[in-house]
């Protein structure tokens, strides 16, 4: 099969080089965490300009109807800079499910500034009973006069603290799963935010006893579109941590032949190859597997999900390998905030628990393959 960009995909992963290699360099990064704003970045806004916030979405919702592979390219990019700019968990998971269930009203509202750039949302599934089950979750959404009352809680909910709302699944009445727009200033809403180690805004919320109006409900069974979304969410996952591998290979390559030790350099000791060879085998069998999943969104969703869990499962144990070899290999400086492959493996090893880690997509996988025996 062939899996050679096009000349605009060739183009699109060109610019974004040059974007992240200018505008993202370890110092600009560090500068952009260290001051976080609720409005956006210039970089976001450059992001804009260049229609990435418009890539992932449907011409019929305003955007540029990007295929996997333009997501693909896009997240790796971002992956290889470690760009700290939200544009899974503020962008693509929450726009997605805007483009898949609001309506028209909802979608000028909401989706069309997302797109342009003017603010970022949020999604909040995640729950501390349900771990990584979308669809078994306590927080319950009931009928209050002409609107809802939300009551639960919700756990590492990435970029909330900068989001102008959030999208927050509930369980309903008659056990469908729902999906509101909650707006960061209603009242009852609470945040705990914090960072996680990989330097990702991230926040506990707790609803307590929210109203919301009735057109905050952009559905009353949100599960199949909720399916969606996370498959896309962990394609996506899956192409950043190539990009990240990638480097986190590169650098650590550098440093041995660099690195000198009885007078040669580090890279012409023989086991020390090994383990470089060791990495890059882990790199390429992790890149045919985010590729495998990239071209699986389409699939009908049985099919989709099979594939891109088999995918997730695969990429995190290989970015866990990459990043703990690459610590190893650097010595005690690769745990140096000064050493930058620390920023990397830090990455990688957090990207394992993005979106489900390893146990539950092979768990997942196994019974599928149980159930088709």
């Known amino acids: 099969m062939d899996f050679s960009f096009s000349d605009e995909q060739r183009m699109l992963a060109e610019t974004l080089e040059r974007l992240v290699t200018e505008q993202v360099s370890p110092g600009q990064r560090r500068i952009l965490l260290d001051a976080p704003s609720n409005r956006p970045s210039l970089l976001w806004k450059t992001f804009a300009e260049l229609g990435l916030l418009h890539m992932p979405f449907a011409e019929e919702v305003g955007g540029l109807g990007g295929s996997?592979?333009?997501?693909?390219?896009?997240?790796?990019?971002?992956?290889?800079?470690?760009?700290?700019?939200?544009?899974?968990?503020?962008?693509?998971?929450?726009?997605?499910?805007?483009?898949?269930?609001?309506?028209?009203?909802?979608?000028?509202?909401?989706?069309?500034?997302?797109?342009?750039?003017e603010h970022q949302l949020a999604l909040a599934w995640q729950e501390a009973s349900s771990r990584y089950d979308a669809h078994g979750i306590a927080s319950k959404a009931t009928r209050h006069e002409a609107g809802w009352r939300i009551e639960g809680s919700k756990q590492l909910v990435l970029n909330?603290?900068?989001?102008?709302?959030?999208?927050?699944?509930?369980?309903?009445?008659?056990?469908?799963?729902?999906?509101?727009?909650?707006p960061a200033d209603t009242p009852g809403l609470t945040r705990?935010?914090?960072?996680?180690?990989?330097?990702?805004?991230?926040?506990?919320?707790?609803?307590s006893g929210i109203i919301l109006k009735t057109d905050a409900c952009l559905s009353q069974d949100a599960a199949e579109a909720l399916d969606a979304t996370l498959a896309t969410g962990r394609a996506a996952l899956?192409?950043?941590?190539?990009?990240?591998?990638?480097?986190?290979?590169?650098?650590?390559?550098?440093?041995?032949?660099?690195?000198?030790?009885?007078?040669?350099?580090?890279?012409?000791?023989?086991?020390?190859?090994?383990?470089?060879?060791?990495?890059?085998?882990?790199?390429?069998?992790?890149?045919?597997?985010a590729i495998l999943a990239a071209t699986s969104l389409e699939r009908p969703a049985a099919e989709r999900d099979y594939r891109i869990a088999a995918a997730k499962a695969y990429c995190g144990e290989a970015a866990r390998f990459v990043a703990e070899?690459?610590?190893?290999?650097?010595?005690?400086?690769?745990?140096?905030?000064?050493?930058?492959?620390?920023?990397?493996?830090?990455?990688?090893?957090?990207?394992?628990?993005?979106?489900?880690?390893t146990d539950y997509h092979l768990e997942y996988v196994s019974e599928r393959l149980?159930?088709?025996?």
């Not at 705990?192 to 609803?207: E, G, H, K, W």
């Not at 610590?327 to 620390?342: F, R």
């Open 68 to 117: 996997g592979i333009d997501l693909m390219i896009i997240m790796k990019a971002l992956g290889r800079g470690l760009v700290p700019e939200p544009y899974l968990a503020g962008l693509v998971l929450p726009g997605d499910l805007l483009a898949r269930l609001g309506h028209t009203e909802q979608q000028a509202q909401w989706l069309v500034p997302l797109l342009e750039g």
């Open 160 to 182: 909330a603290s900068a989001a102008s709302a959030t999208l927050v699944t509930a369980q309903l009445e008659n056990d469908t799963l729902g999906l509101f727009m909650v």
């Open 192 to 207: 705990r935010d914090y960072f996680t180690i990989d330097d990702q805004p991230a926040s506990d919320l707790n609803l």
């Open 238 to 289: 899956c192409a950043e941590a190539i990009g990240a591998m990638e480097v986190a290979c590169d650098q650590t390559l550098e440093y041995l032949k660099e690195r000198k030790q009885f007078g040669a350099p580090l890279s012409t000791f023989q086991s020390l190859q090994h383990r470089m060879v060791e990495m890059h085998l882990h790199l390429e069998q992790a890149r045919s597997m």
């Open 325 to 357: 070899q690459a610590i190893q290999l650097h010595g005690g400086m690769g745990m140096t905030e000064e050493c930058y492959v620390s920023h990397y493996a830090k990455r990688l090893v957090m990207f394992d628990h993005y979106l489900g880690d």
């Open 370 to 373: 149980v159930t088709a025996a």
